[in-house]
């Protein structure tokens, strides 16, 4: 577990969970929002229709097709508050993404890190999801690390979700005082 410190004062009112596809973002999603009493925002269903059917035929999504997506994920996160705190399911693959979504609201990352055969293979085996196994080496190409980046907490995606959503708490509640858990 990798534990950066916040690097500002400001109270942090959404996460954002990240990682390749098959890293498990909505299921460990789900956990850490239930854990933590905030609203769970699936970023898959803030896609483009358009966006879904090339994924669902295996052609990757270029930046242009992702700017449209993050504008909505981003007016999304602006929505949050200390009375509304929401967890974020986006795979933020690009140090730029990330940053997009930071100028939204204080907030912080949580990379699921995961090995590409355990991805490929978690892909092949999801049923009823319309992102491609094809392109799964496509996202590893495409991810630019995120550890060395302020606010992000790393935890293997093999990890049990309950174990998760508490290393999660854990590490909202070391942030700062400023940075209150939403129950």
């Given at each position: ?92 693959l690009?140090h ?44 590893f ?43």
């Amino acid at each position: 577990m990798n534990n950066n410190k916040l690097d500002t004062p400001q109270t942090m009112v959404a996460l954002v969970i990240m990682g390749v596809s098959g890293c498990g973002k909505s299921s460990a999603g789900q956990a850490i929002a239930q854990q933590l009493g905030w609203e769970l925002v699936e970023g898959d269903s803030y896609h483009s229709q358009q966006s879904v059917d090339k994924m669902a035929a295996g052609i990757a999504l270029n930046d242009e097709d992702r700017q449209g997506w993050l504008e909505r994920l981003s007016l999304r996160l602006s929505q949050a508050s200390t009375s509304h705190s929401v967890v974020l399911t986006c795979s933020a693959l690009k140090h730029k993404y990330r940053e997009q979504l930071r100028s939204a609201q204080p907030l912080g990352f949580v990379f699921l890190e995961l090995n590409y055969e355990t991805a490929l293979t978690r892909v092949q085996t999801r049923p009823g999801h319309f992102f491609s196994p094809e392109l799964v080496a496509n996202q590893f190409a495409t991810l630019e690390d995120p550890r060395l980046e302020p606010d992000v907490l790393t935890i293997s995606a093999t990890t049990e979700l309950g174990e998760i959503a508490r290393q999660v708490q854990q590490w909202l509640s070391n942030k700062t005082p400023a940075s209150p858990i939403q129950k």
